[in-house]
Nanobody
Framework: QVHLVESGGGSVQAGGSLRLSCAVS????????WGWFRQAPGMQREGVAV????????YYSDSVKGRFTISQDNAMNTVSLQMTSLKPEDTAMYYC????????????????????WGKGTLVTVSS
């Protein structure tokens, strides 16, 4: 059974940084598309970043480009999201997700195409 467990959320002031991690078990880390998504209260879920486990190609939403970095550690079977220059509008529940496909496309940020999801970790940014 596939398990994705997020950690690293918390409260931070605007301009601060946080690093989210997603521990993966029950599935090989290779040849998969991995992503981070978020959902703010009262809002629809949105894609933040995706990364291909093969080649490490990544895509970001315009709202986080240049501030967030997605990365993977195949040896540790984790996917991370480094968030810097955080803004109050980044406040949301952040979810790790995985798709059974070797490569991601930018379209995966916008569609409901991921196969497995974690339960989320809450990020709160105060002004």
């Amino acid at each position: 059974q596939v398990h994705l467990v997020e950690s690293g959320g918390g409260s931070v002031q605007a301009g601060g940084s946080l690093r989210l991690s997603c521990a993966v078990s029950g599935i090989s880390h290779t040849s998969k598309c991995w992503g981070w998504f978020r959902q703010a209260p009262g809002m629809q879920r949105e894609g933040v970043a995706v990364i291909s486990s093969r080649g490490g190609v990544s895509y970001y939403s315009d709202s986080v480009k240049g501030r967030f970095t997605i990365s993977q550690d195949n040896a540790m079977n984790t996917v991370s999201l480094q968030m810097t220059s955080l803004k109050p509008e980044d406040t949301a529940m952040y979810y790790c997700a995985q798709r059974l496909e070797a490569s991601c496309t930018i379209a995966y940020l916008f569609g409901d195409v991921m196969n497995h999801w974690g339960k989320g970790t809450l990020v709160t940014v105060s002004s």
